[in-house]
């Protein structure tokens, strides 16, 4: 089977072309990179990925990880990815040179490690939550941690992970109860279970670092008593040795998808001999967890991104291949003489494929903008410029997390249809795919978790600043848009969404401000939808702004038909996306209210 799971020239154009990471090199802390470097790098992600991960897809799922006899047994790729990617420098990419780092823009590291979940999303997590744990304990932790830890981990030698859920406690992190008690030898006794721990336990890694949250004796209640903590499977010696951490592995998730990928459920200090030491200082846990919740946020969105794309891709290779049905005659009727027609001559076939690739390669965008402002905040000598970017990264956070995870699985579900019954068949991967990215909308906080984030936090930061924020850099690209006698209806069409968005605002906002949270919050998934749309349909006019001016360059990199593919697309989600917002808009306006629990239980 070819190795088309990604569309290389298309993510290069996004990266290059509309997100300018050139520009980014401009800055001193990327300035020993250009662009032919991070091209190498990105290229030889893609043939690492065509050699060790793309393969193993299929197989991985068939052989799922298990528990046995107290650890975890993983498919023999993990070792080799796990290793190869520390070789590669793939986890150590984004870190300062001084802790063993390459400084590569962050966008850069998104498009590679997109590229291994394009081939095999089953494989990237245990890398990058290694990468997560690690860049906490470099951001917070003391020199002796940093020093202990971090070579190992960024060589690939060690895992890493992050543990927040409890069996009592998933999204509501204020109710844990894993418990950190102080001694008198600079550790503290972790006791408590976490469950749903990605990357937990597996036979190839010689030791797993935990970052763990935990509750130290006499603590607030609530989320402003929550520490956080290294607490590693085997920990270090002072010879170099390791020995057992009191770290049980208790079971492993048997999953519907991204069965290759472990989820374990841990146990801490069953023998009352499980230390752990503080990361930064006591009671900052939840604030620093979310140093990495971000980073990880982006990377779901990422994924999610990378499986719609790899579904679209095989999806439109079958409807290439596959003939069926005969097209419609001037008088309605089929000729059962001629050849049979390739599915993708048919106009319901189209609609989905364009769905898939409106999907799949906006979602792209969205990750490597989030990226960008994640390279501009960590990049710049310029607090306003700091506080602005972040500002725009907290606003996008929550849809870059959701959209790609729940549209993408629109998406993968319209591939699977194109395929028909074979697409229900485990002979192709479209069923695979299916499964492997339902898990996206529950990683990281779920969707109503984070459109509670957007409507209750984001929207409402700093009376509305980050909002304000986005507003402009969209209303930016409507004005150029404008100008352009191709583009200026969409342009049009877009101004009113986002006027209509804050039509919608000055509805709910006076629910919150006479103290009606719950109502202000009822409907916060479709305040998601809503602007998850408004804001793709703005990166997508962004493309066709581009392609269309790059029609009329007789040096344009790409092809004619390339470029007339993305304004086509654009077109494509104007017309059966962009409407959406009409009927969302009247239900955030409506008056009735129907899913806030009264006296009387209707749920039956």
Excluded at 361 to 387: C, M, P, R, W
Excluded at 389 to 412: D, Q, R
Excluded at 458 to 464: I, Y
Excluded at 502 to 527: I, Q, S, T, W
Aim: aromatic letters at 10%.
């Amino acid at each position: 089977m070819p190795k088309k799971y990604v569309d290389l020239e298309t993510l290069k154009y996004i990266l290059y072309d509309i997100h300018k990471l050139e520009n980014l090199l401009t800055r001193e802390r990327f300035q020993e990179h250009d662009l032919e470097s991070l091209n190498l790098f990105i290229d030889s992600v893609k043939e690492f990925s065509d050699r060790e991960l793309y393969p193993f897809f299929k197989e991985m799922d068939e052989t799922p990880a298990y528990h046995k006899d107290g650890t975890v047994i993983v498919h023999k790729q993990v070792e080799t990815v796990m290793h190869q990617s520390g070789e590669m420098g793939i986890i150590a990419a984004a870190f300062n040179y001084e802790d063993g780092g390459l400084q590569i823009p962050f966008c850069a590291l998104q498009a590679a490690v997109y590229i291994m979940e394009a081939a095999n999303n089953h494989l990237p997590g245990y890398t990058g939550l290694t990468q997560g744990a690690a860049e906490l304990i470099i951001e917070f932790g003391s020199k002796t941690l940093k020093d202990l830890y971090i070579p190992n981990m960024l060589a690939g030698i060690w895992g890493g992970t992050m543990c927040l859920t409890e069996p009592e406690a998933g999204s509501s992190l204020s109710d844990i109860t894993t418990k950190a008690t102080p001694t008198d030898n600079g550790y503290y006794k972790i006791s408590g279970q976490k469950i749903f721990i990605s990357g937990g336990d597996h036979q190839f890694a010689k030791n797993i670092v935990h970052l763990v949250l935990a509750r130290i004796e006499g603590a607030p209640k609530g989320t402003k008593g929550i520490s956080l903590f290294v607490v590693p499977k085997n920990r270090p010696k002072e010879d170099g040795n390791l020995e057992y951490n009191d770290v049980m592995t208790v079971a492993d998730f048997q999953k519907m998808g991204q069965r290759g990928y472990c989820t374990t459920h841990l146990g801490f200090g069953d023998k009352d001999d499980c230390r752990g030491w503080l990361v930064g200082e006591e009671h900052k846990g939840l604030n620093q967890m979310f140093l990495m919740m971000n980073g990880a946020r982006i990377a779901v969105g990422r994924g999610a991104a990378a499986i719609a794309m790899a579904a679209y891709r095989t999806s439109l290779q079958y409807a290439n291949e596959r003939a069926q049905g005969r097209k419609l005659t001037s008088d309605g009727k089929k000729n059962p003489l001629e050849k049979q027609s390739l599915i993708i001559e048919h106009p319901d076939v189209r609609r989905m494929l364009l769905l898939q690739k409106s999907i799949a390669e906006g979602s792209l965008s969205l990750v490597f903008l989030a990226s960008k402002y994640h390279d501009i905040i960590h990049s710049t000598n310029s607090q306003e410029e700091k506080e602005k970017y972040n500002l725009l990264l907290e606003m996008i956070i929550p849809i870059v997390k959701t959209y790609p995870s729940e549209a993408g699985s629109e998406s993968v579900n319209n591939g699977l249809q194109v395929l028909g019954g074979y697409g229900f068949c485990t002979d192709f991967s479209l069923q695979q795919y299916y499964r492997d990215i339902r898990i996206s909308a529950l990683y990281e906080g779920t969707t109503g978790i984070q459109s509670q984030d957007l409507l209750g936090r984001k929207v409402t930061m700093q009376n509305g600043k980050a909002l304000k924020l986005l507003a402009a850099e969209i209303m930016q690209t409507i004005k150029l848009a404008s100008k352009d006698d191709n583009l200026k209806d969409y342009a049009v069409v877009l101004g009113e969404k986002l006027q209509l968005s804050n039509k919608v605002l000055d509805y709910l906002m006076p629910f919150a401000a006479k103290g009606n949270y719950e109502r202000y919050l009822a409907d916060a998934n479709l305040f998601m939808e809503y602007m998850s749309i408004v804001v793709l349909g703005w990166l997508w006019l962004e493309m066709a702004v581009d392609a269309n001016t790059e029609l009329n360059n007789s040096d344009s990199k790409y092809s004619k038909t390339f470029y007339e593919s993305k304004i086509h697309t654009m077109k494509f989600y104007f017309k059966y996306e962009i409407p959406k917002t009409n009927s969302l808009a009247e239900s955030l306006m409506s008056n009735e209210v129907v899913t806030i629990k009264k006296d009387k239980e209707f749920i039956i």
